[in-house]
């Protein structure tokens, strides 16, 4: 029933920034920990980072660690994920997930819904 939609992707030199957004409809927003997956091409899907319901606690996967930095504005209903010192190992398709529950998860599974996907590309 919830509805996320991604925005913010596009092309940019490695070393530049990025901002993608991730719009949630639904008046649980603030009731669910979200996530940020992404998808290369051949790729399994892979974590990127979580943040709980509140946006107390935030985990990231190492690949990113000290480059980005995910938050949320409930108010908004409005997820954010901040890259920064992009590489070109970042290309991928990026994708926000809602999941039922207040407490973040790195795991794809236990997330319910999901959004469409925007692409990142990093060149060199």
């Known amino acids: 029933q919830v509805q996320l939609v991604e925005s913010g992707g596009g092309l940019v030199q490695a070393g530049g920034s990025l901002r993608l957004s991730c719009a949630a409809s639904?008046?649980?927003?603030?009731?669910?920990?979200m996530g940020w997956f992404r998808q290369a091409p051949g790729k399994e899907r892979e974590f990127v980072s979580t943040?709980?319901?509140?946006?107390?606690?935030?985990y990231y996967a190492d690949s990113v660690k000290g480059r980005f930095t995910i938050s949320r504005d409930n108010a908004k209903n409005t997820l954010y994920l901040q890259m920064n010192s992009l590489k070109p190992e970042d290309t991928a398709v990026y994708y926000c997930?809602?999941?039922?529950?207040?407490?973040?998860?790195?795991?794809?599974?236990?997330?319910?819904?999901w959004g469409q996907g925007t692409q990142v590309t990093v060149s060199s």
């Open positions: 997930a809602a999941r039922r529950n207040i407490n973040p998860s790195v795991a794809l599974a236990q997330y319910d819904y």
């Open positions: 639904g008046r649980t927003f603030s009731s669910y920990a």
């Open positions: 943040i709980s319901a509140t946006g107390g606690t935030t």
